[in-house]
């Protein structure tokens, strides 16, 4: 597991994630997705015990919550995660594969052709939408 896939996956979550209560539950299911959500609650689960007990990590994650967007942050909440599950290898693998099984449900990215002459077109998934344009061609018979 890389810890950058990690931090970047936990990020967005940290709001929701530092306030859990049951409004703010279905804010970020809404918001994030549910599958996302309940992926971030589990590891969250694991790893917030940790970062509690440690005070540089939690002021490193303190930072990340009140500015997302700051690499520095981000690097330092990294660091701190890195050391946490370095030092409790089972842990490290635990949330893996709790990335991985998210990972393994996640629609995939890409370049889909489909031929949609004469066609309704309906997206369907989390988040789906179409990047770029779409040509539907010409109406046979026209």
Do not use: Y
Request: proline share 6%; glycine share 8%.
């Amino acid at each position: 597991m890389d810890i950058t896939t990690l931090v970047t996956f936990l990020t967005p979550c940290l709001p929701f994630l530092l306030k859990v209560g049951d409004k703010i539950s279905e804010g970020a299911a809404q918001k994030i997705g549910e599958d996302t959500w309940n992926t971030a609650k589990t590891i969250w689960s694991k790893l917030h015990p940790k970062i509690e007990a440690k005070p540089a990590a939690k002021e490193a994650l303190a930072d990340v919550a009140n500015n997302p967007d700051d690499a520095d942050s981000q690097a330092s909440l990294r660091v701190q995660i890195k050391k946490i599950l370095e030092a409790d290898k089972p842990l490290w693998d635990e949330i893996a594969k709790i990335l991985a099984d998210s990972s393994a449900k996640s629609p995939q990215a890409g370049k889909f052709n489909i031929n949609a002459q004469g066609s309704n077109i309906g997206l369907i998934g989390d988040g789906a939408k179409v990047n770029g344009g779409i040509n539907f061609g010409t109406k046979p018979g026209a």
